[in-house]
């Protein structure tokens, strides 16, 4: 099953994020008319997230928030760790100014 994840399409995620969101407003007892107004966006907006027809990150991460579920998004973009060594590295591929290479000129033949 887990293998399926990687080849779902993105109108499949939409899909399946749209069914946890309305999942979780019906369980808390929210119509979409206050999800709208909590997260601040249109009931159009919350609409078509459910729906799976499409939607802004803005209108996710408003949605979330209201919903008190911004583990999700925290779960989607962990934190990422480099290492002292990495980010001494990083520093040390300064690139060198180029040189045009020059060529070695002919003697003139004497006429």
């Known amino acids: 099953m887990d293998a399926d994840r990687n ?16 999942r979780v407003r019906i369980a808390r007892s929210m119509d979409q008319a206050r ?4 997260a601040d966006v249109s009931v159009g907006a919350v609409s078509n997230l459910e ?8 209108t996710l991460i408003g949605v979330l928030r209201a919903l ?3 583990d999700w998004v925290e779960s989607l973009a962990p934190a990422v760790g480099v290492s002292p060594m990495q980010l001494l590295r990083s520093k040390q591929k300064t ?16 006429p």
């Open 95 to 110: 690139p060198r100014p180029r040189v045009r290479a020059s060529r070695k000129r002919k003697p003139e033949a004497a």
């Open 68 to 70: 008190g579920r911004t």
């Open 51 to 58: 729906r799976g027809k499409g939607s802004s990150l803005r």
């Open 35 to 38: 999800l709208a107004e909590l």
């Open 7 to 22: 080849y779902r399409t993105v109108d499949q995620w939409e899909a399946i994020l749209g069914d946890q969101v309305r």
